[in-house]
């Protein structure tokens, strides 16, 4: 069985300034893809950003990078010059090419953006 | 494209009514994935439907069924509701390819008296 692990219940971060959500995973398989999803105040769980297991390099959208490590099963994910529109509860899950479309999530982590 | 839609946005309901809920995929989505999240037990995945067909199953009871119709369109429904069954229901669509990415709809927020 897969597990999904964010340590970090709430986060804070000036605006402008870096901030980086942890996230671990347990899985036995092989292939697998994680992400990381953000889910603002409307509640629309939203795409952050998507990394393949097999490629090394880290995925990068924008603002938002990754450190994942592979060997520690951790997948972190870094924003940015934060912005206000950046708060939201963040959500890193993973998904096993064997079970098509499950997706295991994390409990989430609530990040509050401040002036 | 239009993005996934959920309907109803809201419900309220009584103990041991029960409830249909819909969602209509991304154009060309064959795939849809549902999910309940709580605050108590997070985001779990219920069931996922590709071409009409259950192809994979969360942890849930028998109350919880759906299907999926030939236009891609799933519904779920939940029969003789519990009051633990107050959430939200998100549903995501996909391709359906292995791991493809899921793009998820709003949500339909289920109250249950």
């Known amino acids: 069985a897969q597990t999904v692990t964010q340590s970090q219940p709430e986060m804070s971060v000036q605006e402008a300034e870096t901030v980086t959500l942890s996230c671990t995973y347990d899985?036995?398989?092989?292939?697998?893809?994680l992400f990381w999803y953000k889910q603002p105040p409307s509640r629309q769980m939203i795409l952050v950003i998507r990394?393949?297991?097999?490629?090394?390099q880290n995925a990068t959208e924008n603002r938002f990078s990754v450190n994942f490590q592979k060997a520690a099963k951790s997948f972190s994910l870094k924003i940015s010059d934060s912005q206000l529109g950046d708060a939201a509860m963040y959500f890193c899950?993973?998904?096993?090419?064997?079970?098509?479309?499950?997706?295991?999530f994390g409990t989430g982590t609530r990040l509050q953006v401040t002036l | 494209k239009a993005g996934v839609t959920q309907t109803p946005r809201y419900l309220i309901k009584t103990r041991g009514q029960q409830v249909t809920l819909s969602c209509s995929p991304i154009?060309?989505?064959?795939?849809v994935s549902w999910y309940q999240q709580t605050p108590g037990q997070g985001l779990q995945f219920l069931f996922e439907?590709?071409?009409?067909?259950?192809?994979n199953k969360g942890n849930f009871p028998g109350r919880f069924s759906g299907r999926q119709f030939s236009n891609s369109r799933s519904e779920m429904n939940v029969s003789t509701l519990e009051l633990g069954d107050s959430a939200l229901y998100l549903c995501?669509?996909?391709?359906?390819?292995?791991?493809?990415?899921?793009?998820f709809g709003p949500g339909t927020r289920l109250t249950v008296l």
């Open positions: 995501a669509s996909s391709l359906g390819f292995s791991a493809d990415t899921q793009y």
């Open positions: 439907y590709f071409s009409e067909t259950q192809r």
């Open positions: 990394q393949e297991a097999y490629k090394q």
């Open positions: 899985t036995s398989e092989s292939d697998y893809y």
């Open positions: 899950a993973s998904i096993n090419t064997g079970t098509a479309s499950k997706l295991t």
């Open positions: 154009s060309g989505h064959r795939s």
